[in-house]
């Protein structure tokens, strides 16, 4: 039984294993959805700024006001060329998360299976013992019938 005790244990720290994966993998979508949430606003602000500029340049185009235009669009634009790596990155992690709790997975199913397959093992082994027993009281039962109607 002591076998099947450990595989208990073992079973049980798979589990643990593969909840904790879980948590990691939502933490690294919920980073990965912050990062996404992030690029759409900085997009929809060079959106909206660039339709302001737009109207704005077809009644006044001073040169200055267009030149500082230009370099806050520049900026803005590298800030979105960050923030696409940030998501690329934060969206490897969410694959390298989801590797992991797969592996997890597979490590929890497989011991499972083992400590499973011990349990109907061991069942088996005691089916056999109290048929055996049982057996054993009926032969005795017989045997003192036996003698009580020969007597």
Not at 6 to 27: G, I
Not at 60 to 88: G, R
Not at 120 to 147: H, P, S, V
Request: include cysteine; charge should be positive; charged fraction near 25%.
């Amino acid at each position: 039984m002591s076998g099947l005790s450990s595989m208990v244990l073992a079973v049980d720290q798979a589990t643990r294993q593969r909840d904790q994966q879980r948590l990691e993998l939502a933490r690294t979508q919920q980073v990965l959805e912050a990062a996404q949430d992030q690029f759409n606003q900085l997009e929809s602000y060079a959106q909206e700024t660039q339709t302001r500029w737009i109207a704005k340049s077809q009644h006044q185009a001073a040169p200055e006001v267009m030149s500082h235009y230009y370099q806050f669009m520049d900026k803005l634009h590298q800030a979105m060329t960050l923030q696409t790596q940030v998501l690329q990155d934060a969206g490897l992690r969410v694959q390298e998360q989801q590797k992991l709790l797969l592996q997890a997975e597979f490590k929890l199913a497989s011991r499972q299976t083992v400590c499973d397959s011990m349990r109907r093992e061991a069942g088996i082994r005691r089916d056999k013992i109290e048929q055996k027993l049982f057996d054993e009281m009926a032969a005795q039962q017989y045997r003192r019938n036996r003698t009580q109607h020969a007597s």
